[in-house]
């Protein structure tokens, strides 16, 4: 077997490498492919089967990276894991190549097989293989080796070629989340920066609850996270470190400051300053620490959101008189409204892919999560409940996660994806809001 290297990289919070080499095998003849551009998507047919191991150790671990591999794809709507009950190749069988035919007759269009090896000591190693069964060959193939900590990462790592393998665009399940988890009565509500990986494991907190925390969001290299906090004096934004923990104030303005969000190229940040009833937008220089003004209205503007190419920033504005979108040039300037619909706009989110802008909408005594073209054409609602908000993209720019309140006033993460199909719970070991979603983990 020959393969290609990838470069070391570091993991998570560790100094530990993480690495991945190509196992090349059988020419990809087959043109399985899932189509994700039709309005109704039928999922594709698929089975994960346990990973084989050199120990029972790694049997275990190699049944547990399927199964976190299982959930991912199931997850996206786009793939029906088959039930491992109908399988008849044992892991064992399956170090070698399939048995196809095993395959057809369970209707798996696509196999997905592994073996784990974990020395004493030593490095987790995980390789796995994704196999056309109708076609008889093989799709992918890779190795990954990282500390014995990281098995879920591979997991991850894994679902993310397999989805782009399959589907052409990119994974997106080796991210994070953080969220603002709360808890208490609703009147004395406690709100911290949260955590978790995507699917909502690993979860930690990043805040101590000492004091009030708001709308997190992730830095452009998913290492800091940028939030409004109630600490001393007015509502100021922090940015905070999740690797050390080290925070630090941004600026000492004289008002109130909220609603931050990084440039796509890390170096400057927006944020709303709220001074004498009014509120306007202006961009922070990380260097220089300088602020300079881009609105100057007698309304309130807040929410900012950049385009992927941080040339255009979308916003929110009551300067029409009632909340509605608007765009306007990195640095200002005149402001093109977007939004006609009726109802109440606010929270729009530009998609990675620049395509569309992800909002929410009040109207008709209902809470909903809408998507539209940049230029405000195509609008659509995803949803329609007591009280969605705060959408946040998922880096491919496929999937949009929210945070919804029940009629009990639970709080909750739920995904959806843009053609509006497959609503998800995200589990949360508390109630949630104010999602943001990281880049794909390097």
């Given amino acids: 077997m020959t393969g290609l290297a990838f470069d070391r990289r570091r993991v998570l919070a560790g100094a530990a490498a993480f690495s ?7 020419a990809a003849l087959a043109q399985l492919r899932v189509d994700i551009t039709s309005g109704v998507v039928q999922p594709v047919p698929i089975a994960v089967s346990p990973f084989s191991g050199d120990s029972p150790a790694a049997q275990e671990r190699g049944a547990a990276i399927a199964q976190v591999i299982s959930s991912d794809l199931a997850g996206s709507g786009l793939f029906e894991v088959i039930d491992r009950r109908a399988y008849i190749q044992t892991p064992e069988e399956l170090r070698g190549q399939p048995r196809f035919a095993d395959w057809r007759q369970i209707n798996a269009q696509a196999l997905v097989t592994g073996n784990v090896q974990a020395p004493p000591g030593g490095l987790l190693g995980v390789e796995f293989r994704l196999w056309d069964v109708f076609a008889g060959a093989q799709m992918r193939g890779l190795q990954f080796d990282a500390p014995e900590a990281q098995w879920r990462r591979i997991a991850h790592k894994i679902a993310d070629v397999i989805y782009e393998r399959l589907t052409g665009e990119p994974g997106y399940f080796d991210t994070r989340i953080t969220y603002i988890a709360e808890t208490g009565a ?8 949260a955590l978790m990986d995507a699917d909502g494991s690993a979860n930690r907190y990043l805040t101590d609850g000492s004091f009030l925390a708001l709308t997190p969001r992730f830095s452009p290299d998913g290492r800091r ?4 906090a109630f600490r001393q004096g007015p509502p100021r934004i922090y940015v905070q470190d999740i690797d050390t923990g080290r925070g630090s104030l941004l600026g000492d303005f004289a008002g109130m ?7 796509p190229d890390g170096r400057s940040l927006l944020l709303t300053l709220a001074q004498n009833g009014n509120s306007d937008l202006y961009m922070w220089d990380i260097a220089t620490r300088r602020a300079s003004r881009l609105t100057n209205d007698a309304a309130i503007d807040t929410s900012p959101s950049f385009a992927p190419d941080g040339s255009r920033i979308v916003f929110n504005s009551d300067r029409g008189g009632r909340p509605q979108l608007y765009v306007m040039n990195r640095n200002g300037g005149a402001a093109a409204r977007i939004s006609f619909g009726e109802g109440r706009y606010g929270s729009p989110a530009w998609s990675p892919r620049g395509d569309l802008i992800a909002f929410m909408v009040i109207k008709g005594g209902k809470f909903s999560i809408g ?19 705060s959408p946040t993209w998922a880096p491919n720019g496929r999937v949009i996660m929210f945070s919804r309140q029940s009629g009990s006033g639970r709080r909750r993460l739920f995904t959806i994806d843009v053609s509006g199909y497959n609503e998800r719970e995200v589990s949360t070991p508390t109630d949630a809001s104010d999602p943001d979603w990281s880049p794909t983990l390097p």
């Fill in 257 to 263: 400051t909220f609603a931050p969000r990084f440039a």
């Fill in 371 to 389: 998507v539209m073209r940049p230029d405000g054409s195509d609008e659509r609602l995803l949803t329609r409940s007591n009280l969605d908000e």
């Fill in 225 to 228: 996270i940028a939030y409004m």
């Fill in 186 to 193: 609703a009147a004395r509500r406690n709100k911290r920066v």
């Fill in 20 to 26: 991945a080499a190509v196992a090349c095998g059988p």
